[in-house]
């Protein structure tokens, strides 16, 4: 049975099976209901103000517009809606450029089902739910060196590389052609002054540039 003062949710996720699937494990809580799902984040814009939900659950690769560029836009809105990224992406300049943008937590699709209930409720006390992998990259990046040549996308590039990710996986994961990785990879050579991958993971990692 529903509790009287259930928070609503609204869910942008354009994978059908997931969607669903979310919507059928909050409506189980008797502390949440999911007023609406979307598989486009256009759409979930248009009916934010009518849906009013407290907690919006985005994906960040959508038809259309990104769930990170979505994110001011429902804020702007909307200002006291918490707005939750669940993704596949973990790379931490998506991170930190959905916590600027407003996010409230940043969340993998590989969570647990009790997992997400609980960040649900992380947020009702003021946390920000972050996955255990996610909460690990913010706190290293506290200790990263700053003052480093690489560029924010080469150093992005970098870190793939450096957890054994493909050309073809690295340009999937930035919306980016295999060219321009190998770009960035020959630009971080030069910088860094090395000429393999193992060099310039080992240097980067001396210097704490990544």
């Excluded at 809105?77 to 992406?89: A, E, K, N, R």
């Excluded at 999937?172 to 052609?177: E, H, K, P, R, S």
């Amino acid at each position: 049975m529903k509790n009287a003062m259930a928070k609503k949710l609204i869910i942008v996720e354009d994978d059908v099976i997931i969607r669903e699937a979310f919507v059928t494990l909050i409506n189980q809580s008797s502390d949440y209901i999911v007023v609406n799902a979307y598989s486009n984040a256009e759409d979930a814009i248009k009916k934010i103000k009518e849906d009013a939900p407290q907690i919006c659950l985005m994906d960040i690769e959508l038809p259309g517009m990104s769930g990170i560029d979505a994110i001011p836009k429902i804020k702007a809105i909307l200002p006291d809606t918490h707005v939750v990224v669940v993704t596949v992406y973990e790379n931490d300049d998506l991170v930190f450029k959905a916590l600027c943008e407003g996010a409230s937590g940043y969340l993998t699709k590989n969570t647990p089902s009790a997992k997400l209930i609980e960040s649900l409720k992380e947020l009702d006390s003021g946390g920000a739910p972050m996955s255990t992998n996610i909460a690990r990259m913010v706190v290293s990046s506290f200790h990263k060196n700053r003052q480093t040549p690489l560029t924010a996308r080469e150093l992005e590039v970098l870190e793939l590389l450096s957890s054994g990710k493909s050309y073809s996986t690295i340009a999937t994961q930035l919306f980016i052609d295999k060219e321009t990785v190998k770009s960035h990879i020959k630009n971080i050579y030069l910088k860094l002054e090395v000429h393999s991958k193992a060099e310039a993971i080992e240097k980067a990692r001396k210097s704490k540039y990544i």
